[in-house]
Structure formats: C-alpha cells, structure tokens
C-alpha cells in the first residue's frame, strides 16, 4: 500500500453521547466531508471503516465486559451490578444508542488498519484514539481501546518493535495498563500535568518502556517543536520500531474546553510531519479528543492533508467555508458567537512564546532514560 488511506463511517453522523455531553459534537463526519469539499480524499483513498465482531474484540477486551456492553445498547439500560462493575450508564459513559456500535466501529477501524498496513503505508483513522478504556470497564468517555486493539493485532503479525506516541491532552491510562513494562513497546506520551486521569507524572516510567511527559498549562507551539526535535524523534529513531500508532487527539490546543493547553494545528501538522519523515514502515495516525467543533475540524483535517501531500491553502474556498459555517456549538459560550477565522481558514500559528525552564528540564530527565536511547526492560 503507498497511497495513504483514510478510515471513516457515516455512524459518525449524527451518533451523539447526548445532548449535554463533551461528545455531542460533530467530529469525524465533519472531517470526511471538509477533505471532501477540499479535493483532498477520493474514493480511492476512503475505505469505510467496519464494526469490529465481539470476538476480535476479545482480543484485548474481557469477554464478559463485551457482552456487558452489546447488552446495554440492546436494552438501553445498565443495571447498579454492571455500571459499578463496567463503568457503562455513567455520567462520562452514558447509555446512548450506537454505544456498542460507534466504538466497535472504531476498534474495526484500528484492526483494518493493521492488516491495510502488512505491506507498508500510512492510514489516517480519525474515529480512533479511545486511549483510556479499560480491559473489563468503560473509563473516560472510551468504551473500547481502538489503540491498545491495534497495538496487539500488530504483535500478533509477529512484529516486536511497536511504538505508541500520544500528544492528546489527556495520559492514555489505558494504554499504559495494557502495555506497561513490555519489552515490544516504547510508549510515549505528551500531556497536560494534574488533568485528569492524573496519571502518567514525570516519574511514571511504566516499568521502564514509557516516556511520560506531563506539561504546564499554557503549553505552546515552540515547547512542543523542542519536545519533538529533542525527545520524541530521537527516541523514535533509537528504537526503529516496525510501526508507529500515532494518537493525536485534538483536545491540547487553544479554545478547546477540556485542557488549558495553547498548542495550534500547525503544531500538530508539523509533529506528523516529522513523524512521517522518520519513514517507519507502517504508520497509523488515529484521532482521540477534542470537543471544540471547529477545532477538531481544522486540526485533524489539516493532518490528513499532511498525511496525503496536500497544500493547505491560507483561506478556505467557498466550498470548504460552507462545511465550517454548518457547524453549531450549543451549550457553550464560544459557539455562540465564533470568531471568523474558524470560517475560513485552518491555519491559526501562534506568536514566538519563550520555551520554560520545567519543560527544558523535564526533556533532559526524559532523554537520560534507557527507554529514550531504545533500550527496553
């Protein structure tokens, strides 16, 4: 495979957590159909992503939490036993229609993923990146764990150099449950430090294969550049995995309500760039957070373009404006009245902002440990 291939599903459109819920928004459909009016994705390159079957799921899911959770789609309703045993009916992981359906989706993304990636390429699959579930229990808005899926059908094509590189806002507890300590495995993450689900601090080295990097609010595009050129590549390029699963939630940048992080799209573009240049045989960029519409939008159409070797031009023609201007934000303040530049265009660089002392710091801890040199446990 050498064209990059683009997962999506139309159960996107219109499937909701509900009305009141950080999940409300309108995400990957938005993104199919920005690329779309932007000449970026063809029908050759979109592949429609499938629902995963009860038993891959099993893979790295437990059986009985599986059935837990097609039983609550199917009946609408979680008993106190399941919602305390599984974390499913709760306020983060609320009882909605396509709740088995929508994150199976997802997981059957990631493992069409790994098997489009046998032979090589780079596939964009923004439904992912539900990095916080748990093997037996919904956590974080993340019923399946479309990552931790995709990390283990890859160890199963006999690979044993994967790497997991996560820049949402938020630590990929999950992930780190699954993998912690694995000798096959870099993991390293990015995130805001005391946000929830307050782990992965400084100290937190998984057993020895995780780089966690816990960051200050205010976080900006020139810090991210440093961790990037000075951390992540270097690490990427001491390990040489066999693939890299890429998370980029878009919840760490400016006006997104979840973070107080201030990092723009250009910064995401650029970090996929660099990844990309790395040239790992098989690469999987999945999406994650986010629940700023708008945001969301630009960011992650942006790293398709960047994925697929399109121009992102400085305004948005008529076409592409139009899908931006359909979007609503209700329940929250910004939408109500969004400055125009959400409209039309996706760039929105920052201005040159010093780089901290903590995060100068925090990288010459990191790159110290084995982990950063490609040495695992």
Known sequence: MTTPVFLGSEIYRGSTYGSWHPLRIPRVSTVMDLCRAMGWLSAAQYRQSPRAKPKALTAWHDPLYIEALMRAEETQDVDDATRARHGLGTVANPVFPEMYRRPATGAGGALLAVELLRAGGVVFHPGGGTHHGLPDRANGFCYLND????????????????????????????????????????????????????????????????????????????????????????????????????????????????????????SYWDMVAAVQSLRCHRLLVTGGGGYNPWTVARVWSGIWATLSGQD???HLPQDGEAILRGLSWAGHSKGKSPPATWFTQLHDRQDETPIRDIIRDRIALLSARPAAQGVLP
Request: with cysteine; proline share 7%.
């Open 147 to 266: 990552p931790a899926l995709a990390i283990t059908a890859l160890r199963q094509q006999g690979l044993t150099r994967i790497a997991y590189v996560d820049i949402d806002a938020h630590h990929p507890d999950g992930v780190e449950h699954g993998f912690k300590g694995a000798s096959d495995v870099l993991m390293i993450s990015v995130h805001e430090e005391r946000r929830w689900p307050f782990t992965g601090a400084l100290d937190d080295d998984g057993g020895g294969n995780c780089l966690n990097l816990p960051v200050p609010r205010g976080f900006h595009d020139a810090e991210m550049a440093l961790i990037r050129d000075m951390l992540i590549l270097p690490a990427l390029a001491a390990f040489s995995p066999e693939a890299i699963v890429f998370q980029c939630g878009a919840d760490a940048v400016t006006d997104d309500p979840l973070s107080r992080l201030c990092l723009s799209a250009q």
């Open 312 to 314: 992102i031009p400085d």
